[in-house]
């Protein structure tokens, strides 16, 4: 990506059953933070869409449980989850939700395309059904042995084992993860997606994949050995109606909460397009060939990003064995890459709200600052294995190299400039070691950089911290302080170093969008140079969805960041002494926060 590029950076919709705690933002929210804050800085026109996923039995089960209707829970936990992502810095263009009459809309143009195009069968099937409510299971809520490789855990759409597709009454022994009760299995009349038909488009399509992520492009390449018609309709009241004669009035079909969910990348572009006034906007990003589009998610997800809703794309374009023509929306991208992490456990245990092995991101960062968050997800997440969170390692990334390696170069440097000069120093003739340093953090926007585009994040940090353990090394060997009888070759020294901050406060604000924004202000800077999002209340543009009243979005203005390169220190800028950018953690807060999780 030389030149300008529209960049679309698709988040997958955390679902509105309840806070999401940090496992769900280590998957899905900070990586693709990063990757779209750095894109922006590369010039490239970047839109970061997502929102909260409000249908299916998941948000029935919530609202009885706390005595609501669907539509109040929904609109609870997407303000708890708008609220937290806006505190974690997470830059989205738009963050909205899957109960808008624009999402209903969306939904119903492409499966009606779909359906004209053959690729949607209607047929008789077996469906889950729970004895002592009536309600619908959906597949994910119904585990037990997968018949192929004996895994005791299988779902009812997928063996995470062996990768294979199921149905729920392929499972042995299933088991509803509700209430742990046998599900009832009743025939219905439902409407399917019909995958087979796209076996070798999608094949030929995953051929031309470069870059990918090992673990998807083996996962999703051994999908395709079993394709099955993929149910896209269930017995609910409670979500997208079906646009068919017949099926549009009736209160006990709705579509699959998974079928209209990653139809929610398009619709929310579509949204942001109507909400900033130009509404054929969306085209620049799902219609330009030229277009690029990168989907984060957890490894949980990855069925549905790199078969389906590729699936769902090739059919609505009329790209499948049953060819067809395009709708409405015209001919829509596929996915440039599907990003997709693997799972972050907490002390050694899988997270689980049910278990209370959890940390919430709004409790996390009542005690902790965004960025200490930031930096542990992006230095030690589940990148390309799982990794655990434990409270110690916390506590050493924050202090150890944070507060002692990041931290304590910034405010050791500008501390000794405002004390000795009162301002950025005018530098002498620079010696060897002060040109060695600038060369390396002015190489490090290349490194650093190649290695976020490729969303490799810990290697990425990594680069930078090495950058950053240069800078502290220089400032140790040349020791500044011991130059007050030389204060031109001290401000020389001093100049150099803070020239390597202001660099490296750059090339740091992808992954530390807060702390970048405070040391751009210590180095005497004026603005915003980490553009944060924003929360706005606004009406549903639509009638037909779901909401009741003004709800929260996220949005944002990035148009003005900072470019990806050095930019020159101006001499005599002011500088005072500066406060810590980072707060060291007392040890005590591991067995306190061990504590708090037992209890």
């Known amino acids: 990506m030389g030149r300008m ?115 949607i069968l209607q047929q008789k099937t077996l469906g889950a059904i729970s004895p002592s409510t009536g309600r619908t299971l959906p597949d994910r809520y119904i585990e037990g042995t997968c018949p192929h490789c004996g895994f005791d855990s299988a779902r009812g759409d997928q063996c995470d084992n ?27 009349d439902h409407f399917f997606l019909d995958l087979p038909a796209f076996a070798d488009a999608l094949n030929a399509w995953l051929d031309t994949r470069t870059g990918w992520r090992t673990n998807v492009v083996r996962f999703t390449k051994n999908l395709l050995d079993d394709l099955q018609p993929r149910p896209i309709s269930r017995d609910l009241d409670w979500g997208v109606p079906i646009p068919l004669d017949g099926w ?35 085209q620049r990003w799902w219609r330009d060939p030229e277009a690029v589009s990168y989907y984060f998610m957890g490894k949980d997800n990855i069925v549905f ?30 996915p440039t890459e ?34 200490a968050l930031r930096y542990y997800i992006c230095a030690a997440g589940p990148e390309n294995q799982d990794s ?6 916390f506590l050493r990334r924050n202090n150890d190299e944070l507060v002692a390696g990041w931290g304590n170069l910034v405010n050791r440097s500008i501390a000794m400039a405002a004390k000795n000069f009162g301002a950025v120093p005018e530098p002498g003739e620079l010696e060897r070691v002060d040109r060695d340093l600038l060369e390396a953090t002015r190489a490090s926007f290349d490194a650093v950089g190649d290695l976020i585009g490729q969303n490799k994040v810990r290697a990425a940090i990594g680069e930078a911290m090495k950058t950053v353990a240069a800078a502290n090394k220089y400032l140790a060997d040349t020791a500044p302080w011991k130059m007050k009888e030389d204060p031109k070759r001290q401000g020389t020294v001093l100049f150099t170093v803070l020239q390597a901050v202001s660099d490296l406060k750059t090339v740091m604000s992808p992954f530390l969008p807060h702390s970048s924004q405070k040391v751009h202000e210590l180095l005497g800077g004026e603005g915003v140079f980490a553009p944060m999002p924003r929360i706005e209340e606004v009406a549903d543009l639509d009638e037909g969805g779901a909401t009741d009243g003004p709800y929260p979005i996220l949005t944002g203005d990035y148009s003005d960041v900072p470019k ?12 005072d002494k500066p406060v810590p950018v980072f707060a060291k953690l007392d040890p005590s807060i591991v067995d306190e926060e061990i504590e708090r999780l037992n209890s």
Not at 257 to 269: E, R
Not at 388 to 393: G, L, N, S, V
Request: glycine residues 10%.
């Open 388 to 393: 655990d969170f434990t409270w110690a390692e």
């Open 248 to 282: 549009a009035d009736r209160r006990d079909k709705r579509l699959y909460v998974w079928f209209d969910a990653v139809i929610g990348y398009l619709s929310a572009t579509i949204e942001w397009a109507r909400r900033s006034g130009d509404p054929d906007a969306w």
């Open 5 to 119: 590029t529209h960049v679309l950076t698709a988040l997958a919709w955390p679902y509105a059953n309840g806070p999401r705690h940090i496992g769900h933002v280590a998957g899905f929210g900070v990586p693709a933070d990063v990757f779209a804050r750095y894109m922006r800085m590369r010039g490239h026109d970047v839109l970061m869409v997502s929102g909260t996923d409000e249908h299916g039995t998941p948000i029935l089960v919530q609202a009885d449980s706390e005595g609501l209707k669907p539509a109040e829970a929904a609109a609870k936990y997407n303000r708890i989850i708008v609220e937290d992502l806006d505190a974690l810095g997470l830059s989205y263009d738009l963050f909205t939700r899957t109960t808008t009459g624009n999402h209903y809309k969306t939904v119903q143009e492409l499966f009606s395309t779909l359906y004209g195009n053959g690729y």
């Open 564 to 575: 990806w390169e050095s930019v020159p220190l101006v001499p005599g800028t002011p500088l």
């Open 162 to 188: 062996c990768g294979r597709q199921l149905d729920p009454t392929d499972l042995i022994d299933p088991k509803s993860r509700i209430n742990g009760e046998t599900p009832k299995f009743v025939e219905e």
């Open 338 to 371: 599907v990003v997709s992490s693997e799972f972050l456990t907490m002390e050694g245990r899988q997270f689980s709200s049910s278990r209370r092995v959890v940390i919430y991101v709004r409790d996390f960062l009542e005690r902790y600052s965004p960025d």
């Open 305 to 334: 990003h790199s078969e389906i809703w590729p699936a769902m794309l090739l059919g609505a374009n009329g790209e499948g064995a049953k060819g067809g023509e395009p709708g409405g929306l015209g001919r829509l991208n596929l």
